[in-house]
């Protein structure tokens, strides 16, 4: 079992819906990561979060904003998506943002989609 | 941009095989990631690897830092194994910014029984 928590694990939205996704860790990690996920594709670095302020923002649509409420939880709000942005949208947690010790966990992600 | 290139793109092989993966990566990496990840699901963090070789169980990871070059083997595979195993670079602190991962395109591992 995967110690960084993702909920929901599958979510379908309509293009007009507001909906959050949701990441949680209790490993004391201080940086947080969302990835987007293409079907038979690579993980794409959506957003770093180092001690809870945004520190890197892959030019991301805005109809994405990240949120950390605290070092434990990252949210992703969606808003006004498209069906290409239906993916599987992945969180993962390190110890730091950088550095060779400090290896990164993934959560079991969420199913978007957009209709 | 660091780059991680992975090979073979797919792999099937009997069960009981030994299974080699290959990635190549470029400079600016300081550390591989192998991950596994079943189709549909999340990804499983296997090794992170800055020099040498790690083992847990049945995979081995090595690396070799001149080369730049690492390898994942799984000894006396099984039909579980069946899987895509992703390499990863982990960027070198170049100016105290955080870094994600660079992701390989992945193996498409098969074992049939």
């Known amino acids: 079992d995967t110690e960084v928590t993702q909920t929901p694990k599958h979510l379908v939205m309509g293009m007009t819906n507001k909906k959050s996704l949701k990441c949680e860790q209790h490993m004391g990690h201080r940086a947080m990561y969302w990835y987007k996920q293409k079907a038979k594709k690579p993980p794409e670095l959506m957003f770093v979060?180092?001690?809870?302020?945004?520190?890197i923002n892959e030019s991301v649509p805005s109809r994405f904003s990240p949120e950390c409420p605290n070092s434990s939880l990252l949210n992703l709000h969606l808003h006004a998506l498209q069906p290409e942005d239906s993916a599987l949208y992945l969180c993962a947690s390190s110890q730091v943002a950088t550095g060779v010790d400090s290896p990164l966990h993934f959560g079991n992600g969420t199913r978007l989609t957009v209709t | 941009k660091n780059e991680v290139e992975q090979s073979p793109q797919n792999l099937t092989a009997q069960e009981g095989e030994f299974i080699t993966i290959n990635c190549s990566y470029s400079?600016?990496?300081?550390?591989l990631h192998w991950l596994q990840q079943h189709p549909g699901g999340g990804i499983v963090s296997l090794f992170m690897l800055s020099s040498g070789k790690k083992k847990h169980g049945r995979l081995i990871a090595t690396i070799n830092i001149q080369e730049k070059h690492s390898s994942l083997h799984i000894t006396a595979s099984h039909p579980r194994d069946s899987a895509v195993y992703i390499c990863?670079?982990?960027?070198?602190?170049?100016?105290?910014?955080?870094?994600?991962?660079?992701f390989g395109k992945g193996t498409h591992l098969i074992i049939q029984p």
């Open positions: 400079v600016g990496i300081s550390a």
């Open positions: 979060y180092s001690y809870e302020k945004l520190s």
């Open positions: 990863a670079g982990r960027g070198s602190d170049s100016g105290g910014g955080a870094d994600g991962l660079t």
